[in-house]
C-alpha cells in the first residue's frame, strides 16, 4: 500500500505552505569505489544495491523530478560511459533524460550549476518498477575532470499521478543526492535550478538515503594510450 508523506515545501525545505509536496512510498554496505560484490569495476555507485522507497514529486497530480547523485573522480575512471538506474513505482514509459553535470567550484553542491555545466544529457523513457535491477544507458564518453573533481550524474521523469519514478536505498546515508522537482513540463532537466524547488539535498527532507543512479568509468583516453603503449612495450621486450 503506498504511503503519503505530506512533506510541504518551500524554498528547499519543509518550512511552509508551497502548495506542492513530495511523496514515498514503502516497497516490498553503502560502497564507493570499483569491484567486488558483483560490483562492476570502475562502477560509481553510493547505493548498496536494495531500494526501501521511491519518490514522487506531488504523486496525487504528477510532476517533473530531477534526481542526482554526486560523486569525486577517482584514478582510471575519469571518462563515463554509461548510466544506470533502478526505477522506483510506475508503468515505466514516461519521458525522462540521463544527466551528467560538471561541479562548477567543485564544493560538492549542485545549487549553482546551470546549462553551461551539462556535460552530457540524453532522452529516455522511465523503466517500469519498483526494481532493484539496474537499467544501464550508455553515455558518449563524458570526460568528468582531473582525479578529486566533483561532478553529479542522475536523471530527470516527468510522470503522471501515482507513479514514484526514483527509487531510494535507506540504508546508509551519505548526504550526496540531491532532488528537484516541480508541476508536470515546468522542469527543464538541463536548468534544475530554475525549477519551483531548485537542486537541494535529500536529507534536508527527512529522506535518509541515496538516491539508486550508479555510473560506469574507464580512464581517460590519454591514459588508455599510455597503456597500450606500455602493452606494446612489454611484447616487444619478450
Known amino acids: 500500500m503506498k504511503q503519503l508523506l505530506g512533506v510541504v515545501l518551500v524554498c528547499g525545505f519543509a518550512t511552509g505552505a508551497f502548495g506542492q509536496y513530495f511523496s514515498t ?12 560484490g558483483g560490483i562492476a569495476a570502475n562502477e560509481y555507485m553510493i547505493d548498496d544495491g536494495t531500494g526501501e522507497t521511491n519518490l514522487a514529486w506531488n504523486a ?26 533502478a526505477w522506483g513505482t510506475g508503468a515505466g514509459g514516461s519521458p525522462a533524460t540521463i544527466l551528467v553535470f560538471d561541479d562548477p567550484n567543485n564544493d560538492g553542491s549542485p545549487v549553482d550549476v546551470t546549462p553551461a555545466d551539462v556535460l552530457f544529457s540524453l532522452g529516455i523513457v522511465t523503466g517500469a518498477g519498483p526494481t532493484d535491477v539496474f537499467t544501464s544507458y550508455a553515455t558518449a564518453p563524458t570526460a568528468l575532470g582531473a582525479v578529486g573533481d566533483s561532478f553529479f550524474i542522475g536523471g530527470y521523469s516527468s510522470t503522471p499521478p501515482a507513479e514514484f519514478p526514483a527509487r531510494i536505498d535507506l540504508t546508509t546515508q551519505v548526504g550526496r543526492s540531491w532532488v528537484a522537482g516541480g508541476n508536470t513540463g515546468t522542469v527543464n532537466p538541463l ?45 616487444r621486450r619478450r
Open 25 to 36: 512510498t514503502p516497497n516490498t554496505s553503502d560502497t564507493f569505489g570499483r569491484g567486488g
Open 60 to 85: 496525487a497530480n504528477g510532476g517533473d523530478l530531477v534526481f542526482l547523485n554526486q560523486f569525486n573522480v577517482i584514478g582510471g575512471a575519469e571518462t563515463l560511459t554509461a548510466i544506470s538506474i
Open 191 to 235: 536548468d534544475p535550478n530554475a525549477a519551483a524547488l531548485p537542486l537541494s539535498n535529500l536529507s534536508g527532507f527527512g529522506f535518509n538515503g541515496n538516491f539508486m543512479v550508479r555510473g560506469d568509468a574507464v580512464p581517460e583516453p590519454s591514459t588508455l594510450v599510455l597503456l597500450g603503449l606500455g602493452a606494446v612495450a612489454m611484447l
